[in-house]
Nanobody, 133 residues
């Protein structure tokens, strides 16, 4: 079974940086994409970034472009996906989740924007990111 474990959240001052990690295990195919979502109190899930395992393409929400970077590598039995977050703002405060989409049919910004959180197949527990002003 696919399992995801997110970590790396914390409290940081505005302008600071954090790196989130997502350890994904149980993936038996190369055709998948892993995304980061976030959910602030009282708000819906917001897609943040996605990496397509098939072609390595990356996508970002407009609100984080130029500040966040998604990357991936392998760590023993896990597929590791990282989210480097720079120039953090108080509005970045949220619980951050990683999720797996068991398809690699994400080939454009349009495809990324069309993916709602409900389309993803597996979710990890969230990690809290709090940015103080």
């Amino acid at each position: 079974d696919v399992q995801l474990q997110a970590s790396g959240g914390g409290l940081v001052q505005a302008g600071g940086s954090l790196r989130l990690s997502c350890a994904a295990s149980g993936l038996t195919s190369d055709n998948y994409a892993i995304a980061w979502f976030r959910q602030a109190p009282g708000k819906e899930h917001e897609r943040v970034s996605l990496i397509n395992n098939e072609d390595g393409a990356t996508y970002y929400a407009d609100s984080v472009k130029g500040r966040f970077t998604i990357s991936s590598d392998d760590d023993d039995a896990n597929r590791m996906v990282y989210l480097r977050m720079n120039s953090l703002k108080p509005e970045d405060t949220a619980v951050y989740f990683c999720a797996v989409y068991l398809s690699s049919d994400v080939y454009s910004e349009y495809d990324f924007a069309a993916l709602g959180w409900e389309a993803f197949d597996y979710w990890g527990q969230g990690t809290q990111v709090t940015v103080s002003s």
